[in-house]
């Protein structure tokens, strides 16, 4: 009897299925935490969940976890930011393996939209990379993190460059990056480092290639979308987070400060919950703001979630052909195929509807029957947590730690579709080859 070979969905699914199973009953045991604040399982799973899946949503402060245990999730957050599957391709090809056609196709699902001749400078660029990125980062946060940490800098700095790459958000104090909102060197490179890390291998790949050839090989066009959306969404993230919280929360700060909250204010929003104000406190608009920012999140390839930038661009073009009575969807110089197009409106239904039995769920949970004011305003701080947890975010406005076990859950399922792709884990579990179809007469229908 033959089996059935796995796709490349189905082993990304199950490969981080099993790392967070992994990492939970590790977090869970006496070791993992100090005397008194053992894990329960339920609170290992969110936390390993919310490692692999580089969010950043906790529920318990740092200084729960023992060093093991805080090794534990560094592990698991570097694992999960590059993507499980790339360890294993990566030292099976450094012993001297054969990388097979499945695995190519592995590769190719996780960094490329593009054939490449050659997976082994890939995969080995990417490593190679990340390797290098987070090294200068770290050293650069230990310089930063010296006055107040001392020698504890190196380890600090290490630990917050893996994170803010991967776009984990996980931090060693209980107030993330509060305490050092006015340090020039901490918040300019957590920063950068998210940015590195969210923009994809592919588009950093072909803008060094072009910059080290003296050919000028043409940048493809998901390097330019990518390129320009990060660009504009960070343009926006920052005006929009300053405008809306200038007499709010950066009202008496200094001006280093305020500087510095708009910043990451901006830039966190894009899979990374590292934040250096107090999100409890910001405005309902700003809230709703950053929501929209993490609905999007960071771009295919990189160690973000969200529904990326490039299918923002895709349905912007969309959007704009239509209202335009364009037939033909265009961007940059060149056409979108139907494929393209079907699948951006595809994972936008999905993601979209994704969060909102989420938060039907947990506003279930929490309230039950209840209602009211305070429900009311409950219910957008729950809301926030769940498109952060799509997003893999990891930002907060503190209520995590006081959900429901029950509401624990609902976020872990989110942060794993967040993570795989709500598209990528349909595939996954529907694991259905295309299959011939009917022609049918066409029909119009009135939309709108």
Known sequence: MRHKRANPAQVMALSFAVTILAGSLLLSQPWAAIPGKKLSFVEALFTATSATCVTGLTVRPPEHFTVAGQLVILLLIQVGGLGVMTFGLFFTLLLGGRLSLFGRQLVMSSFSSE?????????????????????????????????????????????????????????????????FRGNAVVNLTVGLLIITGGVGFLPLAEVFERWRSRQRRPISLHSRLVLLTTAALLVIGWLGFALLEWRNILAPLPAEEKVWAVWLGGITPRTAGFANVDYGALTPGTLLFTMALMFVGASPGSTGGGIKTTTLAVLVALVLARVRSHRKVTALGRRFSADTLGAAVTLLVLASSSILLAALAISVVEHGHGGGMAAHARFLREAFDVVSAFGTVGLSTG??????????????????????????????????????????????????
């Open 399 to 448: 209520i995590t730690p006081s959900l429901q076990p029950a509401s624990w859950i609902v976020l872990v399922v989110m942060m794993y579709v967040g993570r795989i792709g709500p598209l990528t884990l349909s595939v996954a579990l529907l694991g259905r080859a295309p299959q011939p179809e009917p022609e049918l007469a066409e029909e119009s229908v009135m939309v709108g």
């Open 115 to 179: 054939p490449w001749e050659d997976f082994w400078p890939l995969l080995r660029t990417v490593v190679g990379a990340t390797l290098v990125v987070e090294t200068v980062g770290a050293l650069l946060l230990t310089v930063g993190f010296w006055q107040e940490k001392g020698v504890m800098a190196l380890p600090w700095g290490f630990f917050h460059a893996i994170s803010a790459f991967c776009n984990a958000g996980f931090g060693l104090h209980p107030d993330s990056l509060i305490p």
